[in-house]
């Protein structure tokens, strides 16, 4: 069965710093790892997609995440960040060599921006 | 082009009453998904339709909840005898089998019963 734990519910950040949300994933076959952002109110939009092409993965607006088969890790970063960020982070995972087509979301974590 | 749209956006209703729930998938997209979101919660897969059938309905939470692609596009939640804890959004999403498992998620319909 796949799982995903995502270490922070809560991360805050000044304007122009890193940002750093963690993710660590378990699953019994290749894994497609996902992250989505959700800002109030509005929809899931897909920030980045790893399938094994390149184990760091850019994304929109600035974002990537690396993902580290020995640390079953998958973190997502930023160099620097905007108000805009603030918003609800999922990390994802898909068993797509089962066939099975359920994503698999982590609790979240909401990522504050303080100016 | 346009996303994947949900109707309604909020929908309040009683405890006991059945509810209906529309999804419009991204056209040409075949597979489509529908997930619950708690709140402060991940969102949770219910069912996965591929075409007009349900290929994967193992999340959904028991016998009052049921969904229909009859033709292939859009789909509809059904939920019978609603409880104060289907109070939830649920969410719509769709893929293009080219594209494998990435989704594309609709802004969801709030459900409240009252």
């Known amino acids: 069965a796949q799982s995903v734990t995502q270490l922070d519910s809560h991360v805050s950040v000044s304007e122009g710093t890193p940002v750093l949300l963690r993710c660590n994933y378990s699953s019994s076959y290749s894994p497609s790892l996902f992250w989505y952002v959700q800002h109030p109110n509005k929809g899931l939009q897909l920030l980045l997609k790893y399938t094994s092409a390149a184990t760091l993965v850019k994304g929109i607006n600035g974002f990537e995440a690396e993902f580290k088969k020995s640390e079953t890790s998958f973190h997502l970063t930023k160099p620097s960040a905007h108000m805009s960020d603030a918003a609800e982070y999922f990390c994802v995972v898909s068993e797509r060599d089962t066939g099975r087509r359920a994503l698999t979301f982590g609790s979240g974590t909401r990522l504050q921006v303080q100016p | 082009g346009a996303g994947v749209s949900q109707t309604p956006s909020n929908k309040v209703t009683e405890k006991g009453k059945y509810v209906e729930l529309r999804c419009d998938p991204i056209?040409?997209?075949?597979?489509l998904y529908w997930y619950r979101q708690s709140l402060g919660q991940g969102p949770e897969f219910l069912i996965y339709f591929q075409g007009t059938g349900a290929a994967d309905d193992s999340g959904l939470p028991n016998d009052r909840f049921f969904a229909v692609r009859p033709e292939g596009s859009v789909s509809t939640l059904k939920i019978q005898r609603t409880e104060r804890g289907d109070s939830a959004v649920y969410l719509c999403?769709?893929?293009?089998?080219?594209?494998?498992?990435?989704?594309?998620f609709g802004p969801g319909t709030r459900l409240t019963v009252l």
């Open positions: 056209s040409g997209h075949t597979a």
């Open positions: 999403a769709s893929s293009l089998r080219t594209e494998g498992d990435t989704q594309y």
